[in-house]
């Protein structure tokens, strides 16, 4: 017999996928402001570093592009100040400040 969490996660997979296109637009990063705090969207994974929705996610800020050793910094992970780069097209839910 099914456990309560197994039938709240079967219940999840069916609604993720019966949503219509429009119940999946998402926001990207590129349509983020400078200043405004994100996460990546959570993805189905492991949740072992790849992904899941049972790990806990970094939280970042967006920055002005900085070039930095050939690279571009875009982002500011906020619990240790490491930057970093996020792709324009990255999925990212905005953050309450």
Same mark, same amino acid.
């Given at each position: ?5 197994? =039938? ?15 119940? %999946? $637009? ?11 705090? %994100?996460? $990546? ?11 899941? @929705?049972?790990?806990? %996610? @970094?939280?970042? #800020? =967006?920055? &002005?592009? #900085?070039?930095? =050793? &050939?690279?571009? =910094? &875009? ?9 970093? %780069? *996020?792709? *324009?097209?990255?999925? #990212? ?5």
């Amino acid at each position: 017999m099914a456990s309560v969490s197994e =039938k709240l996660e079967e219940r999840i997979r069916e609604n993720f996928v019966l949503a219509s296109s429009e119940e %999946y $637009a998402v926001l990207r990063f590129d349509e983020l402001e400078v200043g405004d705090k %994100y996460i $990546a969207l959570p993805t189905p994974g492991d949740n072992s570093g790849n992904g899941g @929705f049972r790990t806990s %996610y @970094f939280i970042f #800020v =967006k920055t &002005n592009p #900085v070039e930095f =050793k &050939n690279s571009t =910094k &875009n982002a500011l992970r906020l619990d240790d100040g490491v930057s970093s %780069y *996020s792709p *324009s097209s990255m999925p #990212v839910i905005k953050l309450k400040d």
